[in-house]
């Protein structure tokens, strides 16, 4: 089945530095894929929608100068959190759905990258 | 988006039947009903979706009311692997994006 991974799984780095994450669509192409943020204990709140080619689009008050998202191929978004702070520390879960099965097949997620900043 | 209700938390025996009920009394003609759960650190994992009919898969059976404003999500036989959160998630064919609701907790007790 179609898989999506996440690169990488958990990264610690101190507060001020930037953080790429890598979000790769397997074994299909994926001209759009998602970003979420979930908080300990609280669902997933989706951040911006990613479009290969394209500008990605962000959800409300999601801040697009801080997540920083390119999808330059079919098959690779990355989402970079820029000039992180503790309160950017997060899991970060990114999904996509393989077009070539039709307009409703379910989304398929990432394992997800747990973001630790100190 | 149309919003779904689902009870925080549930519990369930091992090897016993769980039913996940979902509400989402807003839902629109167009949208299809889906269900992912989540084990801890890890990302949601599909779990079943339908429009109309009863779903089955060889992870779960998907009821769906008459009048679609409610649904069921049933494990046959709960597992201990079967323990983690829930989500009901509204999708309109023409859309891509999922929005999450808070999900239902399920225990399940050995």
């Known amino acids: 089945g179609a898989v999506v991974s996440q690169h990488p799984s958990w990264v610690i780095c101190k507060s001020g530095t930037s953080v790429k994450i890598e979000c790769r669509s397997l074994d299909f192409q994926a001209t759009t894929m998602f970003w979420y943020r979930q908080f300990p204990k609280q669902s997933l709140m989706l951040m911006a929608t990613?479009?290969?080619?394209?500008?990605?689009?962000?959800e409300q008050g999601v801040e697009k100068d801080k997540f920083l998202i390119n999808h330059a191929s079919l098959t690779l978004s990355t989402l970079t959190v820029t000039s992180a702070h503790p309160e950017d520390s997060s899991f970060y879960i990114c999904?996509?759905?393989?077009?070539?099965?039709?307009?409703?097949?379910?989304?398929?997620f990432g394992d997800g990258t747990r973001l630790s900043i100190l | 988006d149309a919003k779904t209700t689902q009870p925080n938390s549930m519990e369930s025996n091992e090897e016993e039947p769980v039913h996940l009920p979902c509400n989402h009394s807003?839902?629109?003609?167009?949208?299809?009903i889906h269900w992912y759960r989540q084990l801890p650190s890890q990302g949601p994992e599909y779990v079943i979706h339908g429009l109309t009919s009863n779903v089955n898969n060889r992870m779960a059976s998907l009821a769906i009311a008459e009048d679609r404003k409610s649904s069921t999500l049933i494990l046959h036989r709960a597992t201990l692997r079967d323990a983690a959160v829930y989500y009901c998630?509204?999708?309109?064919?023409?859309?891509?994006?999922?929005?999450f609701g808070t999900g239902t907790s399920l225990t399940v007790i050995p």
């Open positions: 990613s479009n290969e080619g394209s500008k990605a689009t962000y």
């Open positions: 998630i509204l999708r309109d064919v023409s859309g891509n994006q999922f929005y």
């Open positions: 999904s996509a759905r393989d077009p070539s099965r039709g307009s409703n097949q379910p989304q398929h």
């Open positions: 807003t839902i629109s003609g167009t949208d299809y």
